[in-house]
Structures are given as structure tokens and as C-alpha cells.
């Protein structure tokens, strides 16, 4: 009796562990047929402009080089980049999830993104690197110093590949493979699409230009740098061995002129963590806004929009410094960014005050009503500690499974 019971518990192990492999099994096909680990072939960018050194040829190197450095460049350098553009972690772990589209496109120096069926996605692209050419801005975020600008400034090459991120059939951001370097752009608004209006305030006749009449001409640096033992960081053509030639136009026209004059921002008088930010600007001449990107100091960068006024809830009290970069363009051209900037203290919310009330010995304390965590509803995400607890449930059921069944058989 006792061989008899030991031969059936083994047996019933054995279904189980069976059973629970099938379960794991299946999960992995699943969440394999989710990823989309896009690829790129092109040439690789290994200078020192590379936002991500060497870029990436493909969806998963871009993410594991994103979280963990990539040899020459720290992960935090990587995210600090990104995050001035409104790249948050959780889109860039989220590049094979199957809630948004990556393809294989390319971004012109002209400005423009194409998808990978070469359809207009996006407009007044915005890149930006870790060396200075000509023509670029100097920022800063979270520690790490490095320059925008738009493409023109920078390519070499007429156009460059990317990963271009797309949710919903709408542009998102997207990625240059060769160096890893950002984009952000406007994207192309549909058909049914109404075109938002802008509230815009005329600047007085005495305002000063700020961006000069003059015509930026990238040509390439065939001198020193261009030789035979550079020739991998010259081949991405992201922004290396450029030469910008002004040229000034003479012209009886006013120059535009664009100008970010002021950044707003209020306390919510509801929640004291909470605030709005409305950035305020001029512009003239056949200017206008393309985007906007505020960047609230604890971290968090909104995406790029043409939405002037942004609200944020902080996560602890203190005085953040709130930045504001509008980007503006002219006759279909980006032609600069501009920048406010302020500083705002938000608080925790004041202790209501209680008054103690006499209650009966007898009153029967409230009790809390148990409930039923939800069930997952998506098998993404296969980690070790996911994997071990799926095969030890499924393992589990499938012996359970396997008792009821031998025990109706001798029934």
C-alpha cells in the first residue's frame, strides 16, 4: 500500500512539473510574438557627438544600451539627453511593447521624418548631440551638458536612419540608428484633424531680432579628421566633420523674430504639490511656434507639443526650477529655440484638524472589505521571478488537476 501511494504522488508530481513547463512554454511564444525587435543596417557613428556611442542596430541593443550605458557613456548621461526631449525610461522600455508601432525610417536634414513605408510622419525635426557644431544650443539636464539643434545644422548625409516610434498612427519620437542621437518633431496631423489655434501676442516694432537674416550652408570637413583610420565615425554622418559656411542675405524684408518672454507658473489651490505653467512669447515676421517642451526640475519633461500651459503634480515638497524651450520656425524652417525659465515652491497639504467625538463602547468597528487582486491581463514582461512563479502556480494546478482526475478514475 504504502509503494503503491509513494508511485502515485511521484506521478502526480511528474504531471504537474509536465504541465507547468507547457504553461511557461506557451507564455514565452506569446511574449516573444509581442516584441517587435525592429533592425537597421547602417553605418555606425563611434565619436564622441554620439549620444549613445556606436548607436544601435536594432530595438533590443538600443534598450539594453539605454539601461545600461553604453561602454564610453553612463545609462544616467543617456537618460538626462533623452529626457530634455520628453523621452521618459518608460517609452524606451516600452519600444517592443505591442501598444505602440517602432519602424524603420529615416529623419532628413531638411527637417522631415518618414516612417518605413516612406510616409511623411513628422515635420521641424529637433535633434541634438554632445559636441558643438555651429548653429547649436547649449543645454543642460539633470547634470549633463550637450547642444540642440535642427538637422540641417549637422547632417552630412541627406537623410539618416532611425527608429521612428509611432502610437496610434501618430509620430512620437524617434531615434537615429548610427548614433543613437534623439529626434523630436511635429507630427503630421490627420486629414479630420483640425489644426489648433494659437494664441500669440505681436511684439512691439522696437523688439530686437533675436535669430539674424543669415543662410546656414553645412558642407563636408575634408581636412584632418576625415581619414582612413576614422572612417567608421565618419560613415554615420550624424554630426562629425561639418563645416558651416553663413553667408548674410541682403534683403529689404525684416528678418523673423521669435522670442520665449516670460513662464508663468501657479500653486493649484486645490492640491499644493500641483501646478500650471503657461510660457509666454513673441513673435513676428512670419514666425511661428512649432513645439513646445517644459522640464518641471524634479526629473519629469512633458513631450513636445504645441501646448503653451502644462500641468505637473510633484512627488515631494521643495522649490523646483521650471524650464520652458519653445521651438519656433519660419517659411517652413526651424529657426531656433528660446528658453524661461522660473523657480516655484509647492507644499504638503495642511493636517486637517480633527475633533474627537464620543463613540459607544457597543459601536461595532468598520471593517475592510477583502478584495480580489485583477487578474494580468497581458504576459510581456518574463523576468526570472515571473517565470519561476508561473511555472510553480501552473505546476500546482496541473497536480490538482491530476489528483481530481485519478481520484474520479478510482470513484
Known sequence: MTRQRGTFLFKTLLFG?????????????????HAQNVSINSARNCDANAVIYCGAGTVDELI???????????????????????????????MNSPSVNVEAGSVT????????????VATNALTGGREYRAGSKQVSSGGTSFYTRPPRVSFVSSQLSAFVVMKNGQFVFAILASCGNPVIATPVKHA???????????????????LPPAMTTTVPNCSGNNNASNSIASQGNCSTNTTVVE???QSSSPPPF?????????????DSLSINSTANYQIGNGAQLESAVFNFGDGTTSPASTQTSQNHTYAQPG????????????????IGSSICQTTVTVSLPPTPSTTATTTSASTTPPTTPITSA???TSLVNTGPGDIIGLFAASSTIGSIAYLWIMKRRLV
Open 17 to 33: 512539473v509536465i504541465f507547468g513547463l507547457l504553461v511557461v512554454s506557451l507564455g514565452l511564444k506569446i511574449a516573444a510574438a
Open 64 to 94: 539594453g544600451k539605454y539601461r545600461g550605458g553604453d561602454g564610453r557613456n553612463t545609462a544616467t548621461s543617456i537618460h538626462n539627453i533623452y529626457s530634455y526631449f520628453g523621452i521618459s525610461s518608460a517609452a524606451i522600455n516600452g
Open 109 to 120: 536634414s531638411s527637417g522631415d521624418v518618414y516612417g518605413s513605408n516612406n510616409q511623411l
Open 192 to 210: 479630420s484633424t483640425p489644426t489648433p489655434k494659437l494664441t500669440q501676442t505681436t511684439a512691439p516694432t522696437t523688439s530686437t531680432a533675436t
Open 247 to 249: 553667408t548674410q542675405i
Open 258 to 270: 521669435a522670442q520665449c518672454t516670460s513662464l508663468q507658473t501657479q500653486v493649484s489651490n486645490t
Open 319 to 334: 522649490s523646483y526650477p521650471v524650464t520652458a524651450t519653445l521651438t519656433f520656425s519660419a517659411d517652413n524652417q526651424v
Open 374 to 376: 485583477a487578474p494580468a
